[in-house]
Nanobody
Framework: QVQLVESGGGLVQPGGSLRLSCTTS????????MAWYRQAPGKQRELVAR????????NYADDVKGRFTISRDNPQNTVYLQMNTLKPEDTAVYYCKADWGDSEYWGQGTQVTVSS
């Protein structure tokens, strides 16, 4: 059974930082492209950051470049999202996704709220 479990969300003040984690089981983690998406109320789910399997190539949404960093720990089957200089507009539910070929799996999401 495949599982993706996110953690690390919470309430943070503007300018603060959070680190999200997504720990997986049931997949051959190192070959999967791992990504973080987010969905704010009333908006579509959008890609935040992605890291490929193998080479570990990364790409980011324009509005998080320079503030967020995605990384992966293959032995721990975990992908991280370090979020710095958070803004109120970063408030959303953040989802972890794993994909490889026709296989695609999602986590249940973790809430991030940026507010003073």
């Amino acid at each position: 059974q495949v599982q993706l479990v996110e953690s690390g969300g919470g309430l943070v003040q503007p300018g603060g930082s959070l680190r999200l984690s997504c720990t997986t089981s049931g997949i051959f983690f190192r070959i999967y492209t791992m990504a973080w998406y987010r969905q704010a109320p009333g908006k579509q789910r959008e890609l935040v950051a992605r890291v490929t399997g193998g080479s570990g190539f990364t790409n980011y949404a324009d509005d998080v470049k320079g503030r967020f960093t995605i990384s992966r720990d293959n032995p721990q089957n975990t992908v991280y999202l370090q979020m710095n200089t958070l803004k109120p507009e970063d408030t959303a539910v953040y989802y972890c996704k794993a994909d490889w070929g026709d296989s695609e799996y999602w986590g249940q999401g973790t809430q991030v709220t940026v507010s003073s």
